[in-house]
């Protein structure tokens, strides 16, 4: 897996290396010449970049993509906007996203509601990322991907009340028992222990961000045994090129 995206990451770096910076609009020229030359120049580098990945893109693609991308940084900085620079959250962010094999956009929908009020002080941006990716690795890792929406939801939910409670525990338990049964095993209680502890109120928001946390060890492992595939690496270039075309 770690040599695929190498490969990937190598193509990259080959690729910004045979192209020049991305043209500048120059005033002062004729505009409408001006226009069509920026547009010619923006048209060739995009082909000339994406052709070394081995990715054709048109340019309403392109454009597209930018303006898809910009929508959801404009949401991530209405969420973070007192929590450092937006630069560095979008790539903090985007490594998450990548880490985890994951679309950029859907990255920051799940941890941007977990950096809201109460439960930033709780999670540094840099620990919200790694909870939503161990999640998502966890998820991905027991075969069951299609229980990460739902998932995020039950543990954001909990974040945000500063606990997880009965009902939650309920819903985790009925959908996603792989995610009960690594928090068991990570604080060190039974599931039966567990539920009790969630319906007496006293599984804290901290002791599952710690629960995940220590079990990163075995997430990652069962990860890892995952296939990389084409789809993989397409979505790991897109968010490459998608945040990229967005700043």
Known sequence: VNDNIDEIQKKAQKARSETEKLPEFKPGQKSTQNAKSAIDEIKDYAKKTLGVLGIGFSLAQLRSLAEEFGGIN??????????????????????????CREEYGAMAGSV??????????????????????????LEKGAGREANIDSTMDV?????????????GFANLKSKAPEVVNAISSAVGVSEAQLQKLAESGKLSAKQLKEAFFAAESDIQKNFDE???GIGDAL?????????????
């Open 155 to 167: 543990l954001t939910e909990a974040m945000s009340s500063g606990k997880l409670d009965k009902t």
């Open 112 to 137: 941007s509601p977990i950096l809201a009020e109460p439960s930033f002080k709780l999670f540094p941006v840099d620990d919200a990322v790694k909870f939503v990716s161990l999640v998502e690795k």
């Open 226 to 228: 995952l296939g990389f």
């Open 235 to 247: 979505t790991y270039v897109r968010n490459q090129w998608g945040l990229w075309l967005a700043g």
């Open 74 to 99: 404009d949401a991530i900085r209405g969420a973070t906007r007192e929590l450092g620079d937006q630069s560095e959250i979008q790539q903090k962010i985007l490594k998450g996203a990548q880490d």
